[in-house]
């Protein structure tokens, strides 16, 4: 996770993926995944990732929500958004 105030860095490795929701939205479709992992900072509640497909299936943005909305203080890492498009990828 990339802390956004810059104060933090830590590279994780995601685990327990579950598909909570997909769904369309205009061009686009919107799946919400579930993941743990033993690293999470202890400021992050509810995590999930928000996954934004075009029509073609590409990956467009692979963002970190909390409680339903964008996380106001993290982003994942590059290596993350991969861990979740790897296993995103195997379920379709």
């Known amino acids: 996770m990339i802390d ?24 686009w479709v919107h799946y919400l995944v579930g993941f743990s992992t033993d690293k999470m900072p202890i400021d992050i509640i509810d995590p999930e990732a928000l996954v934004i497909l075009n029509e073609a299936g590409d990956v467009l943005q692979v963002v970190l929500q909390e ?26």
């Open 67 to 92: 409680e339903g909305c964008d996380s106001p203080n993290y982003q994942f890492t590059e290596n993350e958004k991969q861990q979740i498009i790897a296993w995103l990828t195997k379920q379709m």
């Open 4 to 27: 956004l105030n810059f104060e933090k860095y830590t590279e994780m490795t995601l685990s327990d993926f579950t598909l909570k929701e997909h769904y369309p939205v205009q061009h």
